[in-house]
């Protein structure tokens, strides 16, 4: 999972949408000896999305709407999930 890591943070590093979308997705489970972490999950969602990834805005919208690791915030849950369909079809 180190390797992966790596590889997905230089990815992200690099504004590469996938790579912050698939540390988002780690953060999101936690998976492999990392840890589930909310923060990180959001961080990198919100990243993602503002570089396209339609599913980012989406995870930020989720994580916004249920409040699950941060304050419950409906008005930015609404900005991603409007940010999801203007990329819809791009990440």
Same mark, same amino acid.
Request: charged content about 40%; hydrophobic content about 30%.
């Given at each position: 999972m180190d390797k992966a890591m790596q590889s997905f943070t230089k990815a992200c590093d690099g504004n590469f949408r996938n790579g912050c979308f698939n540390l988002s997705v780690v953060y999101?489970?936690?998976?492999?000896?990392? #840890?589930?972490?909310m923060v990180k999950?959001?961080?990198?969602?919100? %990243?993602? @999305?503002?570089?396209?990834?339609s599913w980012g805005c989406i995870n930020a919208s989720r994580i916004y709407s249920q409040g699950d690791g941060?304050?419950? #915030?409906?008005?930015?849950?609404?900005?991603?999930?409007?940010?999801? %369909?203007? @990329?819809?079809g791009k990440g």
């Open positions: 999101l489970t936690g998976c492999q000896g990392i #840890d589930k972490d999950a959001l961080e990198y969602s919100v %990243k993602s @999305c503002k570089l396209g990834h941060v304050e419950v #915030d409906l008005k930015k849950a609404q900005e991603f999930k409007k940010l999801a %369909k203007e @990329c819809d």
